[in-house]
């Protein structure tokens, strides 16, 4: 809010807010100080009060014969004892300054003399410590707060002719004694102080003083406004109708005028060589900008028969890589003829044989061979159809455990020749699957496959179908134990012809596109994959599948 309003503004908001609160905080503490010493001068007061009734009281006591004592020399009691003499004394204070005393205890003789509820706790603490030698408080009588006063008594010897022993003798005054002793606790002088003329007297002190700080906090605010105004405020004014004049285009400067600020004049100084600069740049800027703006011409004349070139370029690449695709689809389906001849023709001789041994065994290469070739060619045609767009799914509602009974049919003798053990593992209640059958038999196919030509001899593969309800999946694990893959390795396996090293190409065959095909597969059914692998420890294959499919093409 601040950053919005005028320097003006903001110099009497922080001014009058830091002086209120100091004021605030100043009349704070006078006001507690003032109430703090009123409250003391009363207790000072009251004391002084309670030990002159006291002295009175002893006085009266040891006076107590020759009160009594008639003209005769016979004693009659005159009904004039320390307790009647503080209920005169206090009705004589009552009438003129508001005040009420009591000598009180918590047995009495004379009702009048009965403690209130406050003089009774007061009277169990004086009574339960004889360290205290005085117990006051504030108190609210009748809605009107009042000071209050106990000062304890104890037993002397001339209070003893009334009060001691022997317990329950009457006294001179007609009262049975009370059995006390020399020092026991006899009560307390209880006094009630008015606090309305304090209170009065403070409320006018706090009234004058807070006219005069309100007097000194408008002088003050004024005074300060106004040297900051004329030292800073002004000259900071005229700083901005500077800026606002560079800014607008006005680049001519005035004679600088002195400043009553060292920083300012300095600010000042500044602008004012910074106005002269710009004017000398203006100066050559019309020039700079029209040579500058003749190169960007130039450059960007160049730059668009760079992108004429490149356009063309493009075009001819596009024309290419459709070339490259025509003909690979082309020479794929062209091959496929003969290669599907050859195999039928091999198929042939092998089942009904030949008489050389050793031409049986090089019809079955031709055999193996033609087989991997047409493999090879499958693969790229697989691949040709995906990096066109082609590739749909045709869904159908199956049972994964369908494809997976098939797959160790056919799989069946290359792992028994592999010597390798293969186990599936699919619960009874996995839901069926809408997918394309077809190619999902060829996804788990494809890790089948590399499972077994990856794993030795007595090595184990193992399949694994699960259904994860929150996900409305099913995920599906290729487990072998084969050689393995490092971290760097697991990164390039699903690229397009990637072999991990040049021996495997050697040893198994390939191309490297089974796994690029599995991917785009997994993926246009909506799922994913991925692969665990640690080198030397074998390798697990995940690929997650939707139970329901929407149809689309890659």
């Known amino acids: 809010m601040l950053n919005r309003m005028r320097l003006n503004t903001q110099i009497m908001w922080l001014l009058t807010t830091t002086i209120s609160v100091l004021m605030l905080l100043y009349l704070g503490w006078d006001s507690h100080i003032l109430r703090k010493q009123a409250l003391e001068d009363l207790h000072k007061s009251t004391a002084v009060l309670a030990n002159q009734l006291l002295y009175t009281r002893i006085f009266i006591a040891q006076k107590q014969d020759l009160i009594n004592k008639d003209g005769d020399g016979s004693i009659h009691f005159k009904n004039f004892n320390p307790s009647v003499a503080i209920r005169?004394?206090?009705?004589?204070?009552?009438?003129?300054?508001?005040?009420?005393?009591?000598?009180?205890?918590?047995?009495?003789?004379?009702?009048?003399?009965?403690?209130?509820?406050?003089?009774?706790?007061?009277?169990?603490?004086?009574?339960?410590?004889?360290?205290?030698?005085?117990?006051?408080?504030?108190d609210t009588i009748n809605d009107r707060k009042v000071f209050r006063y106990m000062l304890p008594l104890y037993y002397e010897?001339?209070?003893?002719?009334?009060?001691?022993?022997p317990a329950g003798k009457l006294d001179i005054a007609g009262y049975p004694k009370e059995g006390s002793k020399l020092g026991d606790f006899a009560g307390a002088i209880s006094i009630i102080a008015p606090m309305d003329q304090m209170e009065q007297n403070i409320h006018n002190m706090l009234v004058g003083r807070l006219l005069a700080v309100f007097t000194l906090w408008l002088t003050l605010t004024a005074l300060i406004y106004l040297i900051i105004r004329k030292r800073f405020v002004q000259p900071l004014e005229h700083m901005t109708g500077l800026a606002q004049r560079i800014g607008s285009g006005n680049?001519?400067?005035?004679?600088?005028?002195?400043?009553?600020?060292f920083e300012i004049q300095t600010l000042y100084d500044s602008f004012h060589a910074m106005a002269?600069?710009?004017?000398?740049?203006?100066?050559?800027?019309?020039?700079?900008?029209?040579e500058r703006t003749n190169e960007l011409a130039a450059a960007y004349q160049t730059l668009q028969r760079h992108q004429q070139e490149l356009q063309k370029i493009n075009k001819k690449l596009a024309e290419a890589s459709e070339v490259k695709s025509e003909f690979i689809a082309t020479m794929s389906h062209e091959l496929q003829t003969p290669l599907t001849s050859m195999i039928a023709y091999a198929e042939v001789i092998l089942e009904y044989g030949t008489e050389k041994e050793e031409v049986t065994e090089y019809v079955y290469d031709i055999y193996q061979s033609a087989h991997h070739l047409l493999d090879l060619i499958r693969?790229?045609?697989?691949?040709?159809?995906?990096e066109k767009g082609k590739m749909q799914l045709h869904l159908t509602v199956f049972e994964i455990a369908e494809i997976t009974a098939v797959l160790e049919r056919i799989l069946s003798p290359l792992i028994n020749r592999n010597g390798?053990?293969?186990?599936?593992?699919?619960?009874?209640?996995?839901?069926?699957?809408?997918?394309?059958?077809?190619?999902?038999?060829?996804?788990?196919?494809?890790?089948?496959?590399?499972?077994?030509?990856f794993?030795?001899?007595?090595?184990?593969?193992?399949?694994?179908?699960?259904?994860?309800?929150?996900e409305h999946t099913i995920l599906v694990s290729v487990q072998d134990t084969g050689k393995g893959m490092s971290q760097n390795d697991i990164?390039?396996?699903?690229?397009?012809?990637?072999?991990?090293?040049?021996?495997?190409?050697?040893?198994?065959?390939?191309?490297?596109?089974?796994?690029?095909?599995?991917?785009?597969?997994i993926e246009l059914h909506g799922g994913t994959i991925w692969v665990e692998s640690t080198t030397g420890s074998g390798s697990t294959f995940y690929f997650k599948l939707p139970i329901y499919q929407v149809p689309s093409t890659v």
């Not at 390798?420 to 494809?446: F, G, R, Y």
């Not at 090293?501 to 599995?518: P, Q, R, V």
């Open 88 to 138: 005169g004394i206090s009705e004589l204070f009552n009438g003129t300054m508001g005040y009420t005393f009591k000598q009180t205890g918590l047995k009495v003789r004379n009702p009048e003399n009965s403690p209130d509820l406050f003089e009774i706790e007061m009277l169990q603490k004086l009574a339960g410590d004889r360290d205290l030698n005085e117990e006051w408080a504030v």
């Open 157 to 165: 010897r001339d209070c003893l002719t009334c009060h001691g022993e």
């Open 251 to 261: 680049l001519e400067m005035r004679d600088v005028p002195a400043m009553a600020n």
């Open 276 to 290: 002269e600069n710009l004017k000398e740049l203006h100066d050559n800027l019309e020039s700079k900008v029209s």
């Open 379 to 386: 693969d790229i045609l697989e691949l040709s159809k995906i």
């Open 420 to 453: 390798l053990t293969c186990s599936i593992e699919i619960p009874e209640e996995l839901p069926a699957i809408q997918a394309d059958k077809n190619k999902v038999k060829q996804i788990l196919m494809n890790l089948l496959s590399n499972a077994i030509k």
């Open 455 to 470: 794993t030795p001899a007595g090595g184990s593969v193992h399949v694994k179908v699960m259904y994860l309800d929150d």
């Open 491 to 521: 990164s390039l396996i699903f690229g397009k012809f990637i072999q991990l090293d040049s021996g495997i190409t050697k040893e198994y065959g390939g191309t490297g596109l089974g796994l690029a095909i599995t991917k785009h597969l």
